[in-house]
């Protein structure tokens, strides 16, 4: 009997589990799978699959597999597809509730541009840190189109713009216990895992790595998912945002009254004032200023606005999501 099935309370096989994220990609799951298990046999380890079914409108073909250090490899199937970092929350939080056997986790997507033959440095690192902190694979070089890549920095330049840091991680990542059980109560997760992850301060480190190719297929994140991937990511430090945004009103707001004053005193003490100027300078001011003062107020409403908002909290609403768990390989013992 699996240590997932009908999401009961029992341990599971190994303390090791590999949760991948998967939304019609089942040919290039079954060729990282045989990957997976070569590299983690190669280094003496094993490991439990989960596999999180973000609403698939196609199934995994039904074939026996014998792997030697992948245990089990069990498929949770959710109700409808909600995206690849809603289906993260959601299989994080079923970990961290119904698998307390599971002591360390590993993130990544199922696509291959995880490299399977990083987990082991990514270990290696996390047990240097003594097990207590997230190990995120940090991406020194990408794999994709010249054109992703663009955009991919006027990503990376407005979330720096806008909180202050950069990104250079991803989804994939290993992650302790402890640390997963604080973060399956962190609201954020709904939106972003990395953001999540930073915003709620949880210790984390990263190991450098290279974006591997896809497995098979060509890759789904278009310029509109990027978009909304962005947004997601920005939108989880939108409190920081808030408060960035109005020092920057308030700074324009002082600009303003410091330029109407100027141009009261060029009118009243200097010979250089032209006939109609000085009320034209002062008109344009006063509309900047009032378009300033409301940008400030605006951003206010919105962030205190936010803390008070009944949010998805991922430990407690995951069930409505989750559907029953099953074998991926049904012909498996």
Known sequence: MSAFD??????????????????????????????????L?????????????????TEPQSADRSYNALGRVDILPLKRNLGHQRAIAI????VADRLPGCQTL????GDGEDDPRDIPRMLDRYRA????????????????????????????????????????????SVIPRSVLERLVVVSELWNHYAAAAFNSRQPHCSVSTVRARRLHGKPTMNFVRL?????SAI???????GVRMLMVAF??????????????????????????????????????????????????????????GLTFLPIRDYGYFAGPLRNLYPGES
């Open 6 to 39: 009908d999401l009961g309370d029992r341990p599971t096989g190994n303390s090791l589990v590999i949760m991948i994220p998967v939304f019609n990609d089942w040919v290039a799951l079954d060729l990282l799978l045989p990957e997976l298990d070569r590299v």
């Open 41 to 57: 046999q190669t280094h003496r380890m094993s490991a439990d699959v989960l596999v999180i079914d973000d609403g698939s409108s």
């Open 91 to 94: 299989g994080l939080a079923v």
């Open 106 to 109: 590993v993130v990544m997507d």
């Open 129 to 172: 840190e003594g097990c207590r902190k997230i190990v995120f694979a940090d991406r020194t070089r990408r794999s994709e189109s010249l054109k992703f890549r663009f955009f991919y920095q006027l990503y990376r330049m407005a979330h720096r713009v806008l909180t202050g840091f950069d990104v250079r991680v991803g989804n994939f």
């Open 227 to 231: 978009v909304v991937h962005g947004l």
């Open 235 to 241: 939108s989880v430090h939108s409190e920081l945002i």
């Open 251 to 308: 700074v324009l707001i002082l600009l303003v009254l410091l330029s109407t004053v100027a141009a009261v005193i060029v009118r009243l003490v200097t010979p250089l004032a032209i006939p109609g100027w000085a009320t034209t300078a002062v008109g344009i001011s006063l509309v900047l200023l009032a378009q300033a003062v409301m940008l400030a107020l605006l951003f206010c409403f919105v962030t205190l606005s936010g803390r008070q």
